[in-house]
């Protein structure tokens, strides 16, 4: 196992900055996601690591050593991309060994080394088939397995379950944190999805134009987001936004006049948004005051919960609110409900998060 450390690492294409100042510890057997959206820079990041693209300024580290001007074969490292690359005209153990018989390693060793990966990945059925008779998911685990031979120092894994059907990713997923957890190697994982980064991740970095908005435990990351990017990126669904202007009690008022339940620091008449997820609104009585009330536009019902995206007067994208799956609810139905004071954020202008100074249990 080996600690990866990123000093000030920019990445330049021509005039065009796509790193801009990575500052970053993975530590030793830890499972680190990077995410973000397409274009953030985060597969550019992973291929510096690896050493397929040249770092512009800054350090690379891994194990102590600052790798810049080390080849990717010396580095220690083994890379999952995103296509399975087998080759079609060897089995499952020859495409998993090849990179052993290529650096001249005995075939007992290659065999053991091959067999003992197979077992791991539930391939040990599978060693004599050519790449076309294996699904998409046996495909992935045989790229996965051609890694784990070469016994790196590091993993590195590029969007490797974007070409899996739905139901398949959700089977690769436990896989992978299968794996993890009996190798406790370091990994370094790349994924626009969220979900995979919630569900694999010791460490999340949330990455958005060339920049690091945020590092943290997937509930960290859930439950104290540092800016709107993040709020909005984490979590599925969505969180909810809505704007307000500060109140002369400090408290934001939301549209339709009522008072979120929650003072922050920032002087009166200051515009700010407030952002709630859709499992922190509550359903509420029609007497109560400070509800947020509109028409259900669309209804999901899935199963164990229904997500209902409604409409409010003054908020420009509809809210999605999430109940029990119990709830019978239709399209033109009116929902009031509650935020939950404990479960505000509140932003400013600029996107970033605003400390809070008291928690309401009521609303004005």
Known sequence: MVAVHLKNVRKAFGPVEVLKGIDLTIEDGEFAVFVGPSGCGKSTLLRMICGLDEVS?????????????????????????????????????????????????????????????????????????????????????????????????????????????????????????????????????????????MTLADKIVVMNAGRIEQVGSPLDLYRAPANRFVAGFIGSPRMNFLPAVVGPDGRPVLPGGSCAPVEIDAGAGTSVTVGVRSEHLVSAAESEAGALFGLA??????????????????????????????????????LRFMPDPECLHVFDEAGSRLSQRANQRSAA
Do not use: C, W
């Open 57 to 197: 300024a800054g350090t690379v580290a891994i194990g102590g050593e600052i790798v810049n001007d080390v080849p990717p074969a010396k580095r220690g490292i083994a890379m999952v991309f995103q296509s399975y690359a087998l080759y079609p005209h060897m089995t499952v153990a020859q495409n998993m060994g090849y990179a052993l018989r290529l650096a001249g390693t005995d075939s007992a060793e290659i065999r053991l080394r091959v067999q003992t990966a197979a077992a791991v990945l539930r391939l040990d059925q599978l060693l004599e088939r050519k790449p076309r008779e294996l699904s998409g998911g046996q495909r992935q685990r045989v790229a996965i397995g051609r890694a784990i031979v070469r016994d790196p120092r590091l993993f590195l894994f590029d969007e490797p379950l974007s070409n899996l059907d739905a139901a398949l990713r959700v089977d690769m997923r436990a896989e992978i944190a299968a794996l993890k957890a009996r190798l406790g190697s370091t990994m370094i994982y790349v994924t626009h999805d969220q979900i995979e980064a």
């Open 297 to 334: 536009h669309v209804v999901e019902h899935l199963g164990s919960d229904v997500f209902a995206h409604v409409h409010v007067d003054g908020v420009p994208d509809r809210v999605i609110v999430r109940m029990s799956g119990d709830r019978m609810v239709r399209a033109g139905e009116m």
